[in-house]
């Protein structure tokens, strides 16, 4: 059974920078995309960020440019660094990992083991 195990949230300034980590126990093979999500009071759960079981990386519109995802040199962590961070980012966010086809990649529902969360904070 897949673990994961999010740090690094917390209170920044508009314009800051947070970094995100997650661990992963339980993988035993490198099928998995890891990904990030991050939900709003009353809004629903949102992809963020996904880096595929082949490395390939995609990532919402809305934080383009702005956030990086990546492996550590351990496949079972990923990072999602946060630059120039606004307040409509303020979220808990989680990571998730899935086996599913490319074109889900980014559907939350076909995401089956989840962190518990984090919540990052942006004041303006």
């Known amino acids: 059974q897949v673990q994961l195990v999010e740090s690094g949230g917390g209170l920044v300034q508009a314009g800051g920078s947070l970094r995100l980590s997650c661990a992963a126990s339980?993988?035993?093979?490198?099928?998995?995309?890891m990904g990030w999500f991050r939900q709003a009071p009353g809004k629903e759960r949102e992809f963020v960020a996904v880096?595929?079981?082949?490395?390939?990386?995609y990532y919402a519109d809305s934080v383009k440019g702005r956030f990086t995802i990546s492996r550590g040199n351990v496949r079972t962590t990923v990072y999602l660094q946060m630059d120039t961070l606004k307040p409509e980012d303020t979220a808990v966010y989680y990571c998730?990992?899935?086996?599913?086809?490319?074109?889900?990649?980014?559907?939350?529902?076909?995401?089956?083991?989840w962190g518990q969360g984090t919540q990052v904070t942006v004041s303006a």
């Open positions: 998730a990992t899935s086996r599913t086809v490319l074109s889900s990649i980014r559907d939350p529902n076909m995401y089956h083991s």
């Open positions: 339980g993988i035993t093979d490198n099928s998995y995309h």
């Open positions: 880096v595929s079981r082949t490395s390939h990386t």
